[in-house]
């Protein structure tokens, strides 16, 4: 029979030193060589794993602050943007004051215009998509900002006119309503309706019917577009003169065509869905010297 081998063998170490002295010696089994060298194995493998664990650590912390660093800068600039948008609220302020005396000196009373909330309905048209920063605020204010010089504008554009007695002007200012309806979204900054992070610019307001409801111009005018655009599906642009120009998106039927000549208050679509929309609304948008306005800056 052969014999069974020894699971638990001895070596032995020798260490001999020079000269006369008694050689030391170890004896120790295979078993506890094995286990020094899984040990000794584990302790190579644990020192590597924390010098790798520390290098991408650093390389963390590096990558943090980093982008405290750029935080911090953009913090500083959206807080000197608010300095400067001070400055300008106050020269706007100056202005409206020197309207008021002007205003005074004319006998014309102040219009009191009424708030419109916004209500449910449909929205749709064409964003300019901005993702989610710390300077959205920064962004409506300029927005208010611009709206508000644009009605100082548009009321010293209107003094000057009563002062000329210019008749054509006035009917080529686009405050008819162009349809009865809820506002369902504002003009400036929104949150998009079709969904989505970040925010976006509307460039007109959102006046929700039902569909077929009469759409009318809102100056007098000749119809430079009438066909299917886009976003804004069926949608007419009139040409008021004076640098106006009044955009109507989303509708069912156009009732004019290119070239034609319209009348303030004259019937030229239907409200609809056409494009990219969430429900039955009007897309209006008032367009001054190639800047887009804020409708209710225009209208009763």
Known sequence: MKRKKKHNQHMTFMLIPHGASRPLQWNMSRKFISGATAVFAMFIICFAAIGVWFYVSQDEIRHVTRIKQENLEKAETIELLNQEIKKI??????IAQKQMQLKRIMGIKSENNRPIEPSRGGKGGLDYRLRDTGGNEVLQQTVEIQ??????????????????????Y???IPNQWP???????EFGWRRSPFG????????????????GVMVVAAADG????????????????IDHGYGFKTIYGH??????KEGDKVKKGEEVARIGNTGRSTGPHLHFAVVKDGQPQDPQIYLP
Request: net charge negative; charged share 25%.
């Open 222 to 237: 000749t119809v430079i577009f009438a066909g299917w655009k886009g976003a804004y599906g069926r949608m007419l642009e």
């Open 147 to 168: 709206t508000r010089l644009a009605i100082q504008e548009k009321e010293l554009d209107e003094l000057l006119a009563q002062v000329n007695n210019n008749k054509a």
């Open 251 to 256: 509708n069912s039927a156009l009732l004019v």
């Open 170 to 172: 006035f009917r080529s």
């Open 89 to 94: 609220e106050q020269q706007q302020e100056e």
């Open 179 to 185: 349809t009865q309806g809820d506002i369902s979204s």
């Open 196 to 211: 989505g992070r970040g925010s976006s610019f509307h460039e007109g307001i959102d006046i929700a019917n039902n569909s």
